[in-house]
């Protein structure tokens, strides 16, 4: 059981998935909260129940599931809405983010939460992983992958923390500026690093 838990975190497009991805390489247990924020809502969930009570059954697809869209757009118009949201899904999350950690077998195990300091969730967590670059490469990135607009990006970067207020959280910092072979390099000195921590 991994009782050692490093939060991983950044901004959109920082590299948050890639650095994951070469712990994972590792032999380190990931819990990741993006899924976890999906697993809460699936069909026959208990939160899916309550969304679905709440909003009416007009909020489920056909096949049962939530229509993602339907949900965003209610929220995004409605203050109150957003806030019973959050307030039955955070509870949610955090509860399972704690249990899949406890679970985890690894020497430690990482927690991925983009919004780990945005929602105040570093009580969760022993040490704070920040991946981090240029705003520019952020919004190439991550508009470059999910063919998002670089305007709705910049939108998102808006509602999280800015660059120089996210690092001052952070115990570790990789700049995702890098190569990849440079940044496996850097993760491989922090996993030595964690390992002795986790001791
Ligand atoms: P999001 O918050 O949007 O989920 P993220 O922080 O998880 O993003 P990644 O998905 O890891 O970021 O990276 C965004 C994109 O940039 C991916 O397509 C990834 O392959 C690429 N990328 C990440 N790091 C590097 C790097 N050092 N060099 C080149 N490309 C990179």
Redesign the pocket.
């Known amino acids: 059981m991994s009782q050692f838990i490093v939060g991983l975190t950044?901004?959109?497009?920082?590299?948050?998935?890639?650095?994951?991805n070469m712990f994972a390489d590792l032999g380190i247990d990931i819990v990741d909260a993006?899924i976890i924020a999906r697993e809460v809502v699936e069909p026959n969930s208990a939160g899916l129940a309550k969304i679905s009570a709440h909003f009416g059954p007009n909020i489920l697809n056909k096949d049962s599931s939530l229509n993602r869209a339907k949900l965003r757009d209610i929220v995004f118009k409605n203050e109150n809405e957003k806030n019973w949201l959050n307030q039955l899904l955070h509870p949610l999350i955090r509860a399972q983010m704690i249990n899949q950690c406890n679970l985890a077998q690894s020497k430690y195990c990482i927690l991925a939460v983009?919004l780990l300091l945005e929602n105040k969730l570093q009580s969760l967590v022993n040490r704070v992983l920040v991946?981090d670059?240029n705003t520019n490469t952020q919004i190439s990135?991550?508009s470059?992958?999910?063919k998002n607009s670089a305007a709705q990006i910049k939108q998102i970067m808006a509602a999280q923390l800015d660059r120089e207020t996210r690092i001052t959280y952070a115990d570790d910092i990789i700049n995702?500026?890098?190569?990849?072979t440079q940044?496996r390099a850097i993760c491989e000195n922090l996993h030595q690093n964690y390992l002795k921590l986790a001791n």
């Open positions: 950044g901004g959109i497009g920082s590299g948050k998935t890639t650095v994951a993006d983009p991946t670059c990135r991550a470059h992958r999910d995702t500026e890098l190569i990849l940044i």
